[in-house]
């Protein structure tokens, strides 16, 4: 089974700090890596993408990857209130294209 | 550009009906894909369409099924609904699958 971990949470920062999110996946032959962010009661929104080794930035976002290790996070840097939502790593399914294997979910929480 | 549009957005329905989930896809996108999310469970592949054709199948029973047409919009029925069905449906859809994928608003179903 191949499968997508994630820590629950909450995470806990302090607005304007770096909030760090971690994933890990078991597929070895996954390519494509994406980060959603989920409000409650609405629908994941695709933040970051991310397909080679290293880091990639977009804005207060930094993915990073590590295929060697089967590792994906997510850095944001200064953390606004309005970025308190639950963050969802999702991988490709090697060999099934359009298939996204999803972790359950980091809920990060940027405190005034 | 219009994104992603799931109809209805909600729907209760009772034990045995069937219902039926519309999603029309960014205009151009030929994948759509859809996922069940249960506070449980998480988010969970049902199925994606390519062009027509069924491409991937999730671990649903055959209860749950779908279609796409030539203009890539894509419905799902689940046909006997249980309890166990209620969830918030959502579809995405992406050019050709394996990219990255947008989600619409979903349907949240209810089965009473």
């Known amino acids: 089974q191949k499968e997508v971990e994630q820590n629950s949470g909450p995470l806990s920062v302090p607005e304007g700090a770096i909030a760090s999110l971690n994933c890990t996946y078991s597929d070895r032959g996954s390519q494509s890596f994406f980060w959603y962010r989920q409000y409650s009661g609405k629908s994941p929104e695709l933040i970051m993408f991310?397909?080679?080794?290293g880091d990639k930035e977009d804005g207060r976002f930094t993915a990073q990857l590590n295929k060697a290790s089967q590792y994906v996070s997510l850095l944001i840097r200064d953390s606004q209130p309005s970025d308190s939502a639950t963050y969802l790593c999702?991988?490709?399914?090697?060999?099934?294209?359009?298939?996204?294997?999803f972790g359950q979910g980091t809920t990060l929480q940027v405190k005034p | 550009k219009a994104g992603v549009t799931q109809t209805p957005r909600y729907l209760i329905k009772t034990r045995g009906q069937q219902v039926t989930l519309s999603c029309s896809p960014i205009?151009?996108?030929?994948?759509v894909s859809w996922y069940q999310q249960t506070p449980g469970q998480g988010l969970q592949f049902l199925f994606e369409?390519?062009?027509?054709?069924?491409?991937n199948k999730g671990n649903f029973p055959g209860r749950f099924s779908g279609r796409q047409f030539s203009n890539s919009r894509s419905e799902m029925n689940v046909s006997t609904l249980e309890l166990g069905d209620s969830a918030l449906y959502l579809c995405?859809?992406?050019?050709?699958?394996?990219?990255?994928?947008?989600f619409g608003q979903g349907t949240r179903l209810t089965v009473v």
């Open positions: 999702a991988v490709n399914e090697s060999g099934n294209t359009g298939k996204l294997i």
């Open positions: 991310i397909y080679s080794n």
């Open positions: 205009s151009g996108h030929r994948s």
């Open positions: 369409y390519f062009s027509e054709t069924q491409r």
């Open positions: 995405a859809s992406s050019y050709e699958g394996g990219g990255e994928a947008f």
